[in-house]
């Protein structure tokens, strides 16, 4: 039996909604579909108004991973998990599902690394702070700026030698860190973001013609966020799937 739906939205916002059709599917039949046609995902990614299902651009191909989903316990999982508290996630279940349809395909790889090797990160010496801006206000209030401070400062105090990535799709909370007294610490991925000021709406739509080239990057930087010794992240799906690679909430601080 196969699957087929379609969703239109940012990018881990479709990771999202396809792992829940997926689960879906699989707390139903309790199998795995045969084929899983995503050609109705990642639309904004697209280029050259192309038709194309392009999931493996991003993603090995699930049939490259061998093993099957065997269980025949229900997965608790929906895409409005991206508001719960992470720590209860279901994530022993939730990884089968990750491990196999979520896994960066060789060029992914490639980008990730070279984006380490070019900032030198020591990640168990690094912590994120992380803040999804502009238009993730209209569906769940964002947290200050100061809280950040907070959480950035006590982990300082710990650890006097620590650095800090700074991630963010604001323009104002970049600038708000750096201007912070340990922004000699600070590591901002300039050359592979878009940011823009406060505003009521999402760079993917800005900047539409960028859409492909800098997702392929922000995969692999949310692959390297999940690698680092810390993370300070607000609500949201880009949280959600940095849980998901690291496929535990350590050191994990959710505002």
């Keep these: 039996m196969d699957l087929k739906v379609a969703h239109e939205g940012g990018f881990f916002s479709c990771c999202s909604v396809r792992l829940y059709y997926l689960i879906l599917f699989f707390n139903k039949y309790k199998r795995l579909p045969q084929i899983f046609d995503t050609t109705g995902f990642y639309t904004w990614y697209k280029q050259n108004n192309s038709t194309d299902d392009i999931t493996f651009n991003y993603f090995k191909h699930y ?3 061998p093993y099957q989903i065997t269980h025949k316990e229900d997965v608790d999982y929906h ?3 991206q508001y719960k508290n ?3 996630l279901d994530l022993k279940n939730l990884s ?6 979520y896994v960066p395909n060789d060029n992914i790889r490639e980008i990730q690394k070279t984006i380490e090797d070019k900032y030198n990160i020591d990640f168990e010496n690094t912590c994120v702070l992380f803040y999804r801006g502009n238009d993730k206000a ?5 947290p200050p700026f100061d809280s950040y401070l907070i959480h950035a400062n006590a982990i300082l105090k710990e650890n006097p030698n620590i650095k800090f990535i700074v991630q963010s ?4 909370f970049l600038n708000f860190m750096k201007s912070q007294p340990f922004s000699d610490k600070i590591t901002i991925f300039y050359d592979e973001i878009r940011h823009m000021y406060k505003k ?5 739509k800005v900047n539409k013609e960028q859409n492909y080239g800098y997702s392929l990057k922000y995969l692999a930087i949310t692959l390297i966020m999940s690698k680092c010794k810390y993370v300070v992240c607000n609500t949201g799906n880009c949280s959600i799937w940095i849980v998901f690679f690291r496929n535990n909430t350590d050191n994990i601080i959710q505002l």
Aim: hydrophobic share 20%; charged share 40%.
């Design 96 to 101: 089968l599902f990750v491990k196999k349809y």
């Design 63 to 65: 049939d490259e991973i």
């Design 169 to 172: 799709d604001e323009t104002n």
């Design 79 to 81: 895409e409005c998990y």
């Design 200 to 204: 009521n709406n999402t760079v993917d």
């Design 86 to 88: 992470y720590k209860d």
């Design 138 to 142: 209209t569906e769940f209030k964002p």
